[in-house]
Structure formats: structure tokens, C-alpha cells
């Protein structure tokens, strides 16, 4: 038995079956994480998510920012797709109520209590411990599965504030920035405000901006996180990084791999994606 990470997949079906197939994965004995993003920008976002979906107690899924961007124009059909959008599919299909039922029982962060491991698609501000991490994502959880409340939110989670975390944060604007850093979040500036704007490798960027995972004094330290959404970070160079931090976002839908990491024994397994 063993327990495989897998990163943002966004729609590329194939290189998800071939990554499954290298892992020769077992959904009778094994198990699989998902780190958000199953779907949009690739070729075959339904196919991802209706194979996700048959896995059922098998597969272990975190929401990444499509997912809720999906969740959104499912709820609101005046919003448009933009133009690097490709779930119409998923929008158009007959099973979109059953797709949409499913994705809004799904948690926004996981952790693991033999493994000692926790996922979370983007990352988590300093201020949270791992319960704290916890507690929040079933906070939005619980809004995102009311059919009222999610409605709402889904409608005005779009925007980059509030970028910094209070406690008395409420309704709303307390919600966006718990998606906001679940889902979005990269850097924070040195007073801990979210950065949304730079995307690139942290060797690249100016040394005021901090990667999250390296916030001093973080209180969800102490915990190995798998994480998503970051496409520009290598996984080889992070994994070292006291083997708590392991970005596995490598890029399959621009055309780079598909990676997956053994939790047990932190192996990793990679497919190439093919350009499209
Ligand atoms: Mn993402």
C-alpha cells in the first residue's frame, strides 16, 4: 500500500493515466492525493474529473483556485469564461449538477494524521497553525456546501483583498482571503500582506517578497505540507528543504511533467507532457 501525491493535472487525462499506470497504482490497496487543479487550461477536464470522481474513497482531492473558478460559472452563467478557459466542456456536460455536488464536498485542505502529512493547493499565511489551517478550510467549506451562502461567495470571492489575515475577519471578505491563500497565495511581502502579482521562481524575484513557506516564525512548521500551484518551483530543490516542502505542480499543462510523490518514502515518479 502506499499513498501518491499528484499536482495540478488541469486537464491532461493522458499524462494523469500514464502517471497512474508508472505508479502501477491500485485504488484497491493504494491511495491518492490530489492537489487541486484537476481541471482547466488542458485538454480533457472532464475526463479527469468524472475518472476522480470513480476513484471514490481512493482518491483524497484539495480544491485548487479552477475548481472554484468552475464552481463559479456553474453558479453564475452570466459570467463569461475567459479566453484560456477550457471547461466548457464540464459546463455543457449533462452530469455538471452531479460534477458540481461533488466538488463542493470537497475540503480545501487535508491533513493526515498517521502520515503526518497535510496537502493544501497553494499554500498557508504564518499565522496559522495546522488546526488553525484546518478549522478554516471547514469554515469555507461548510459556506461552499450551503446552496444560499455559497452562492454568495462564489459571486464576490473575485479580488485581491483582504490580503492579510485578522482573526475578526468576517462573512465575505473573512472567506475570500481563507480561499485566497488555500487556493492563490505564493508570496507575502515582508509585513504579511499576500503578493498576487509575481508568479516566478523565488531565485528570480526581489528579495522583499517572501515565499510563503518561508514566512519566519510560521506556526504550521513542523508539518510537511504537499502543495500545488506553483509551476515555476523545481521539486528537486525544494524537496531538501528540511523535507517539508514539497511543490509538485511541475508544469504538465505547459507542456513539462506530471509528478507524483510516494508520501511513504518520498519518491518521486514523473511523465512527460506532451506539447500541445
Ligand atoms: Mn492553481
Known amino acids: 500500500m502506499a499513498t501518491y501525491a499528484v499536482g495540478d493535472i488541469q486537464g491532461c487525462y493522458d499524462e494523469f493515466r500514464r502517471l497512474l499506470d508508472l505508479l ?14 484537476l481541471v482547466n487550461r488542458g485538454p480533457a477536464s472532464l475526463a479527469v474529473l468524472k475518472y476522480v470522481m470513480s476513484l471514490k474513497d481512493a482518491a483524497t482531492v484539495v480544491l485548487g483556485n479552477h475548481e472554484l473558478h468552475l464552481l463559479a ?6 459570467l463569461k469564461l475567459g479566453k484560456n478557459d477550457t471547461i466548457a466542456q464540464i ?32 499554500g498557508l499565511p504564518p499565522e496559522w497553525s495546522i488546526n488553525d489551517a484546518l478549522m478554516h478550510a471547514n469554515e469555507l467549506s461548510h459556506i461552499l456546501s450551503d446552496e444560499v451562502e455559497g452562492k454568495n461567495f462564489l459571486k464576490h470571492m473575485y479580488g485581491n483583498e483582504p490580503s492579510i489575515w485578522d482573526e475578526r475577519l468576517e462573512g465575505i471578505d473573512r472567506w475570500k482571503f481563507i480561499a485566497d491563500c488555500l487556493t492563490r497565495c505564493r508570496y507575502f511581502t515582508p509585513n504579511g500582506y499576500l503578493e ?13 517578497l517572501q515565499p510563503w513557506y518561508l514566512m519566519p516564525n510560521a506556526r504550521w512548521r513542523g508539518t510537511p ?12 530543490k525544494h524537496t531538501s ?13 505547459w507542456g513539462r511533467d506530471l509528478t507524483a510523490i510516494s508520501l511513504e518514502d518520498k519518491k518521486l515518479f514523473s511523465v512527460s507532457a506532451k506539447v500541445t
Do not use: C
Open 196 to 208: 498576487f502579482e509575481e508568479k516566478r521562481h523565488p531565485s528570480l524575484v526581489k528579495v522583499s
Open 24 to 37: 502501477k497504482f491500485n485504488p484497491d490497496k493504494d491511495k491518492l492525493w490530489l492537489a487541486g487543479d
Open 91 to 122: 459546463l455543457d456536460s449533462p452530469e455538471l449538477d452531479r460534477i458540481v455536488k461533488w466538488l463542493r464536498a470537497q475540503p480545501l485542505f487535508h491533513y493526515d494524521n498517521e502520515l503526518k502529512f497535510a496537502m493544501v493547493h497553494a
Open 73 to 78: 460559472l456553474s453558479q453564475n452563467r452570466q
Open 241 to 253: 528543504l528540511e523535507n517539508q516542502i514539497f511543490p509538485i505542480d511541475t508544469g504538465a499543462v
Open 225 to 236: 505540507i504537499v502543495f500545488g500551484h506553483w509551476a515555476s518551483l523545481s521539486v528537486t
